[in-house]
Structure formats: C-alpha cells, structure tokens
C-alpha cells in the first residue's frame, strides 16, 4: 500500500485493486464488474450482475414530450412524507441512545503510527481532519476504522485504527460515487414519482434502477434531473444513517415491492440493518456515505437504458439512468475532454473505419474478422508462438465439444452451466468449451507421467464459447465466441517459483511491446476455499517471494479474492487513456488436478509404487482474449498501429502514369518480404493519393517519379511527421526494404527507419 504524507498525518491512496464489498445489502446486486480477468478456468468476461440476459427496449414514452413535464411532481409522492416520519421518530430515539453511552478516553491510531486522543460516542473522524488541518477535513470523502468503511462524522467507539480516504483513493472515489446514486435517486423520485430499485457505483460513475409508471426515461429529461440534483447538492443535504430492524423496514418501504424482497431475502428475521437519508430521499442501505450533498460539486446524467427486475425478462420491466460526478467542477471538463477522445478511440468505430471486424445479427456476439483484422490478429498469435518456441511451450489443440460428464468432474457443470451452450448428441448432454483446462488436464492424463517430465507447459489457441447476457455484448470487449492464449502449467510445488519467475518474464516481453505499464496484486484465500490451509499458506509464500525479487515494493494485496482453488495473482494493465484494463492472470490450481485424479511418478516411485504425486496446475493468460485485447490495443493505439502489428504498412503512389510500373514494382519486392503492401495505381491526384493514405493510417507512404525511377529509390514519407507536406526523403529502394523489415523484426513501437 503506498501511504502519501499529509502533515501530521498520512492519506492512504492504495494502490490494491478495490473489491466491491456486499454492497449495502440490495446494491450488490447491480454493481458494475471491471473489465473480467482472463481465466483459464473460472469464465472469462462474466456477465456484470444486473445486466439482463436479454434487451428490452424502452417504452414509448406516453408522457408526451419530456421537457415539457414539470420539473417536480405535486403533490409530491406520499411516500415520501411516510418515510420521514418514520425516520424522525426512530431516529430521535437512536440520538437519545448514543446520547446516553458513557465518554470514555480513547486512542486514534493514525496510518504513520501516532496518536490522538479522543471520546467516545463523540469524537468522529472528521473530528480528527480538522485538528489536522481544514484543507485535509475538506477533502476527504471517507474514513476507514479498524479497516471497515466508517462515515467521517459518526462517532468512533472505541479505541481504533482510522485512516482518511479522499477521492483518488479507490475506496473513497465508491463511496463518493455511491453517495452520488442517493442523490440521482432523490431526483429520480421527485421528478418520476418512482420506486427506487438499486443505486450503485460502479467503475466509472453510478447508476440507479427504478420502475416508473407509463413513461420511459429520455435524454430530454437529464436537465430536469441534473436540476434537482444541483438542488439537493446547494443544500448540503446530511447523509445520516439509522439502524432499522426488519419489522419497520418492512413498514417503513411498504409501498415499494422492490425494497420490501431485499428486506424479506436478505435481512434475517429478528435481526435489523440501517438505511441512509439524504434530504427527503431514505434508501435502504449500509453505506457509508460522504458528511453531506455539498461534497458534490459536479454531477452529470450520461445515458440511460432499459433493464429487468433481477435480470429476468419474465419480471418487470424497469429504466436504468447512469451518471458521474466529482468532488471538483474541472474534473467535470476533464472527464468531458476523455469522453470526447474516448469517442475517437472507439475500437468499434475504428474497426468499420479502417474495415477490421463487425459484428451480425444473426451470430451475436461472434466477431467476423475481415482481411485486414485478421492480419492484426494473426499477427498476435505469431508473436505469442515464437514466445513459445524460445520458452518450452507444447502446442496443443483440444476438441470444442465435450460430454456433461467432463464439466461435472470438473465443477463447471455444477457452477455454470447456465453460461455454458449445451446440446444434445446422442441422447447424451453436451456443451461448447467455456474454458481449455478440463481438456488439458485429459491430455495430460492421457499417459504416464514422470517427474523427469515436469514442468509440462501446454498451450491453445482453443476456441471458446460462453453464453453471455445478449445486454453485455458490446464490440470486441465481451463477446460469446473468442480464443484465448491460454496456457496450463503442470509442475511439481517445487517448481511453483521458478515458473511463476518465468512467466514475469514473459509478461514483461508481451506488454513492453506495447508501451504497456502493469499492476500486480496477489489474490489471497478465500473464505470458501478448498484444500488446507497449509498448503495455501504455502503457496502464497511461494507467490510473495516470487513479487517481492520481481517487483519489490510494487504489488498489493487484495486479501481473501483468490479462487476456490488456490491464490492468484491479477495483472491490471494501463491504457494510453489511463484506464485500466485486467487482461492477464496466474492462477495456482491445486484442486482440478485432485478432481481429474491427476499423478506423476516421483523420484521415491521405485520405493513405493503406490505413492501418488499430483501436479500443481497453473493458468495463465497474458493477452487474454484475442478478441478484446485487440479491442484494448485498437483504443490504446488510436488505430495508429506500431509497424510490425499494422494492417496497413505500405503504400506505394506514382506521381504520374509513366510511373506505374514501377510503383508495382517496388510494392512486389516489399511484398517478397513479407510486408503488407498496396500501390495506388488509381485515377485520383497525387495529393488525394497521399491523403487517402494517411486516412487510412499507412505508416509509411513511398512515393516514385521520374527521379526515384532513375535512382532505384523510393520518396519516403512517415505517417508520424504530422503536418509534413514537403517532399520527403529519398532513399535507394535495396535499402529502404531492410529497414522496413527490420522495423517489423525488432518489433519497435517508434515508426521511424
């Protein structure tokens, strides 16, 4: 964890990856996944929950023309004022209870080890931001106690660890974002008359699901709610919690059946949880939340959509509206400006652009990959087998389709079948391969083995299928059909260092191609794990050691997200936008080679035949899928392709027709290279030639006349010299395509010969 000084005290900024806890009882449900790890055998791009499995389009709006609707319903909905007073009562009583817990002295145990003392049931941590300093008070947004997320102005207890979370700090930015939904819910019920469903951050903004009577949810009403939002952010509307017991929750939402099923399935009876008030808007929720509204100095609705109660299309059909905001109004702008390049990133508007891929209709989610994506795609594959071939990797390739019975031996058939496409042959179950490690672990099986024998390093270019919700398809980032670079290591545990050391490595060479930066952190054991803890306890070791030589200093951990079936360490990579995408993983397995009944002959095997050794399982993926990290890498590049990887190297224009056999000519002996070539021979000027080509995003273009013609060279101009429209440099052509080919060789990300 990096720790910033500030003043007396330090303001965390973790660098670890934030694990959305059980968000506040019902907002787990909707919260927003990031960008899947790539496993080999827990299913790649999950479905982020909430997200249906089918579409369903909005309702005609019946209301007329939304910006004609007022801006707050009056009489504004009862339920409102029923809550209230609920609230005003139950909560006099609570105050009256903390009023009556004993001040005793307490420590505060700041993160850079000192001390403040304090009282308890009085001093709060925004309490301790002020003695510090007003700039610290003002911008932290949350506090963290003993490790649990604390609202800054409620009181402490007892004697504690607290740290001050501000808004670059990921747990602190949730929280912020999450205090937001409350804020668009409140303007949402004034404005709809709704009944609230879930409100949850998620990676970049939040959102809240409601279902609203009679009218659907458009762009011409996002001003009306920025209004009331800016409203209730003038306010400074308190965030003030409540423990409620079941009993008056159930009275308290009684009008809304969404909040009455969150209560009867998720609060046990006789038991009680707490719901936040902000102005007249009360949720059912266990926060924590921001001191008040006024924290909120830029809020902005971005889109909306439509969704299903509980991801079921047989239930109702409810209106999801998503929004950002920040603690500071030119973070706004900037965020605007992002959005703004983003959209010229776009990989699927570069993909029609520069005619790479599409997509269809009639095989959703499945990528058609055109003559010149699929050279960007072949040439992935290419760098990853030379990879292999210098690094003892065994190609192998496994069928697409296996019996049910494999999936039950493995637990996927148990787990996820219902992600899974499945078929009847032979009036047995079968399904598509989700994932290659069953298959491997056959292979593997398929003879004996001896330890002489390990590591085996087996890899696929397989292709997978899972049954994504039709709703989260989108572009080359979540898809049904894609192949993986998967790879399964099977070794012995003493071996488990000096693979992983390997794989660093390895991951070190694939993404320093691609001028990418990466974040490791270390997935611990899980509260539902199986095995023993020795032998996790074991590997993890293993796995620290192993970052600690490799990366000192720059690893986190994220305690308790490994796998069920061992510690993983999750690669988070860093676009050109600065957004962060999971494309990598290692993960020990120590339970699939235990299912499949898995064993190698030991060195003891001649003293005792019967002695099993079972391998240790480690998967890996660097590229992850080939799909969506073409669509990372389309978006990192801007469609500005490094050398080797574009589709598009070389154009070749004659100025005049007299030159257009030589202009063939060269674009030939390029192409006997091994380079990709066109030559325009067409009817159009030379300056439309050149500017269709540099549209088109050729790195190089050569062009020839009469004088390169006499040199046997080639006028080479470079797509990187913005703004050049002078005559370029003028190069024999022998020459020209040696440094072409070394640029593709050497794999350089600079386009300069």
Same mark, same amino acid.
């Given at each position: ?13 973790? *660098? ?19 960008? +899947? ?25 019946? !209301? ?44 505060? *145990?700041? +993160? ?9 049931? $009085? ?27 604390? =609202? ?10 607290? @740290? ?66 800016? /409203? ?37 009876? !006789? ?21 008040? #509204? ?7 609705? #971005? ?35 992002? %959005? ?26 499945? *990528? ?23 690094? !003892?990797y065994q190609e192998v390739i496994s069928p697409n389709m296996y019996n049910s019975k494999l999936w039950q031996t493995s637990g996927h058939w148990q787990h996820y079948k219902d992600d899974m496409f499945t078929l009847s042959v032979d009036k047995e179950e079968f399904a598509l391969k989700p994932m290659n490690c069953p298959g491997h672990c056959l292979i593997f099986d398929a003879r004996d083995r001896s330890y002489k024998e390990l590591p085996i390093r087996m890899a696929e270019f397989g292709v997978i299928h899972r049954n994504e919700a039709s709703g989260a398809l989108s572009g080359l980032t979540r898809v049904r059909r894609f ?9 012995? +545990?003493? &071996? ?11 991951? @070190? ?18 509260? *539902? ?17 192993? %970052?600690?030589?490799?990366? +000192? ?33 290692? &993960?020990?397995?120590?339970? %699939? ?8 002959? !030991? ?9 099993v050794h079972r391998p240790v399982m480690i998967h890996r993926a660097i590229l992850g899928s080939l799909e969506r990290f073409i669509g990372i890498i389309t978006e990192h590049t801007g469609g500005k392709w490094p050398f080797w990887l574009s589709p598009r190297q070389v154009l070749v224009v004659p100025v005049a027709v007299p030159y257009k056999d030589y202009a063939s000519e060269v674009a030939q002996?390029?192409? =006997? ?23 088109? $995003?050729? /790195? ?33 052509? =022998?020459?020209?395509? $040696? ?9 350089? %990300?600079?386009?300069?010969?």
């Amino acid at each position: 964890m990096r720790v910033i000084a500030r003043t007396a005290i330090t303001l965390v900024r973790s *660098t670890t990856r934030h694990r959305i806890p059980l968000y506040r009882l019902a907002h787990n449900m909707s919260a927003s996944a990031p960008h +899947p790890v790539e496993s080999s055998i827990h299913p790649a791009h999950p479905a982020p929950v909430g997200v249906p499995k089918k579409e369903k389009p909005a309702k005609k709006d019946k !209301g007329g023309d939304a910006s004609k609707v007022p801006l707050e319903l009056s009489p504004p909905p009862s339920y409102i004022d029923h809550r209230i007073q609920m609230f005003d009562k139950l909560k006099a009583e609570y105050d009256e209870f903390v009023k009556n817990q004993p001040r005793q002295e307490i420590s505060i *145990t700041l +993160p850079d080890g000192s001390e403040r003392k304090g009282t308890s049931w $009085q001093t709060s941590p925004l309490d301790v931001a002020k003695e510090i300093s007003k700039s610290l008070a003002d911008r932290v947004v949350i506090a963290k106690v003993d490790g649990e997320l604390w =609202d800054l102005e409620r009181p402490l207890e007892a004697s504690s660890k607290l @740290e001050l979370l501000d808004f670059e700090h990921p747990e602190g930015k949730k929280v912020f974002w999450h205090s937001s939904a409350h804020v668009l819910g409140e303007a949402s019920e004034k404005h709809y008359g709704c009944n609230l469903c879930l409100g949850p951050p998620t990676d970049d903004g939040f959102f809240y699901e409601m279902a609203i009577d009679e009218r659907a949810v458009t762009p011409a009403d996002y001003p009306n709610l920025e209004t009331l939002a800016k /409203n209730a952010v003038k306010e400074k509307q308190k965030f003030e919690r409540l423990i409620m017991s079941k009993e008056d929750l159930l009275k308290m939402f009684e009008y809304n059946k969404y909040k009455k099923h969150f209560i009867e399935t998720k609060v046990p009876d !006789g038991t009680s949880t707490t719901v936040y008030r902000c102005g007249p808007m009360i949720d059912l929720c266990l926060g924590p939340h921001i001191p008040n #509204t006024g924290k909120i100095k830029a809020f902005m609705v #971005t889109k909306s959509s439509a969704s299903y109660w509980l991801n079921d299309a047989s239930q109702d059909s409810l209106q999801r509206i998503y929004g950002i905001s920040f603690p500071d109004a030119k973070q706004l702008t900037e965020y605007k400006a992002f %959005l703004a390049e983003a959209a010229k990133r776009d990989h699927r508007k570069i993909g029609k652009e520069q005619e790479l891929f599409f997509h269809h209709d009639l095989s959703p989610g499945s *990528t058609f990959f055109l003559p010149h994506g699929a050279r960007i795609y072949n040439t992935l594959v290419s760098l990853m087998k030379e990879e292999y071939h210098k690094r !003892g990797y065994q190609e192998v390739i496994s069928p697409n389709m296996y019996n049910s019975k494999l999936w039950q031996t493995s637990g996927h058939w148990q787990h996820y079948k219902d992600d899974m496409f499945t078929l009847s042959v032979d009036k047995e179950e079968f399904a598509l391969k989700p994932m290659n490690c069953p298959g491997h672990c056959l292979i593997f099986d398929a003879r004996d083995r001896s330890y002489k024998e390990l590591p085996i390093r087996m890899a696929e270019f397989g292709v997978i299928h899972r049954n994504e919700a039709s709703g989260a398809l989108s572009g080359l980032t979540r898809v049904r059909r894609f192949v993986q670079d998967d790879t399964h290591v099977f070794c012995m +545990p003493s &071996q488990i260092e000096s693979e992983i050391e390997a794989l660093f490595d390895f991951l @070190e060479r694939i993404y320093g191609l691609f001028g990418f930066e990466f974040r490791l952190t270390l997935s611990t054991r899980p509260d *539902t794990f199986l095995g023993k803890i020795e032998t996790w306890d074991a590997a993890e070791k293993q796995l620290s050691n192993v %970052l600690e030589r490799f990366h +000192p200093g720059k690893w986190s951990i994220n305690p308790g997200d490994g796998a069920f079936y061992g510690p993983k360490i999750d690669i988070t990579i860093k676009d050109a936008l600065g957004r962060s995408h999971q494309c990598a993983t290692i &993960q020990l397995d120590f339970q %699939l080679p235990e299912q499949f009944k898995l064993k190698y002959r !030991g060195p003891d095997a001649h003293d005792d035949p019967e002695v099993v050794h079972r391998p240790v399982m480690i998967h890996r993926a660097i590229l992850g899928s080939l799909e969506r990290f073409i669509g990372i890498i389309t978006e990192h590049t801007g469609g500005k392709w490094p050398f080797w990887l574009s589709p598009r190297q070389v154009l070749v224009v004659p100025v005049a027709v007299p030159y257009k056999d030589y202009a063939s000519e060269v674009a030939q002996k390029l192409l =006997d290279a091994g380079l990709f070539v066109d030559v325009d021979n067409g009817a159009d000027t030379l300056p439309k030639k050149i500017r269709n080509g540099e549209i088109a $995003q050729y /790195n190089f273009i050569l062009v020839v006349g009469q004088e390169e013609l006499d040199g046997r060279s080639v006028n080479v101009r470079n797509r990187d010299d913005v703004g050049t429209k002078a005559k370029g440099e003028m190069i024999p052509l =022998d020459e020209v395509v $040696q440094k072409f080919v070394e640029l593709k060789t050497e794999r350089r %990300l600079q386009n300069k010969i």
